[in-house]
């Protein structure tokens, strides 16, 4: 299961029930938000196995694991837990291995704040870029300033944080959820990162990271399943390792 690269369908049978004490992941291998849980389970060396559903023709079945349809959800023991925030959260406290949570309140707080802020500026300006017609200069246009923005922003944070990682010497749950749309705002949208050093030092740094090593895709291929995923390609899902 764990080597799975077909995407379950509309009218995939539902797998075998999971075995007692293993961790499966439901998720779809090009969805940054399971690419987040994926840099968590990867950090800690949690062994889990994965299947992958297609997002553009769910199988009937996994609305009963997850009744808004989305990835990632995991399961273990009769357990189902959704969400990315909260499955890594979850893996994070009940797993051994470096804790990646921030225990620092008011340094919480603020990578808090700075994820909400990331959000707002340059995850909803990538698929804003993404989505908008190729002949829609202004549309691009806007997107692309408005996402400049929040890397400013985030070198600005970087700067003032005085540390190499968002948390620290080493990549914790703030930088795994953050890096997962730099990642493909570095591979899709027409910036230059080495025009912001900050950001590019931390880029690169994230590069050396053994958990972003294991679960990276090349840019080649978050630039096709882009295309392919704009178009509406069913078999979007499928491409790839």
Wanted: with cysteine; net charge positive; charged share 25%.
């Amino acid at each position: 299961l764990s080597g799975m690269r077909i995407c379950l369908r509309n009218r995939s049978p539902e797998p075998a029930p999971v075995a007692k004490g293993v961790l499966r992941v439901y998720g779809m291998k090009f969805c940054p938000y399971v690419h987040r849980l994926k840099l968590v389970l990867a950090a800690k060396e949690v062994a889990h196995e994965t299947i992958n559903i297609n997002l553009k023709s769910k199988p009937k079945w996994y609305f009963a694991k997850n009744p808004q349809g989305k990835v990632p959800t995991i399961e273990i023991d009769g357990n189902v837990i959704c969400e990315s925030d909260i499955t890594s959260e979850y893996v994070d406290a009940v797993y051994p291995g470096r804790k990646l949570t921030t225990t620092d309140a008011l340094k919480a707080t603020n990578e808090k704040m700075l994820l909400v802020y990331w959000g707002n500026k340059c995850v909803t300006n990538f698929y804003k870029y993404c989505m908008a017609k190729p002949d829609d200069k202004e549309a691009k246009d806007a997107a692309l300033a408005t996402l400049k923005e929040g890397l400013e922003y985030l070198a600005t944070f970087l700067k003032k944080n005085g540390s190499v990682f968002i948390c620290g010497s080493q990549p914790g749950l703030t930088d795994y959820f953050l890096y997962t749309h730099l990642e493909r705002i570095n591979a899709i949208v027409p910036v230059d990162l080495k025009q912001i050093p900050k950001v590019k030092t931390y880029f690169d740094q994230m590069q050396e990271d053994k958990a972003v090593k294991s679960c990276r895709f090349s840019d080649e291929l978050h630039r096709e399943f882009g295309r392919k995923a704009v178009a509406g390609d069913i078999g979007a899902y499928d491409i790839g390792p």
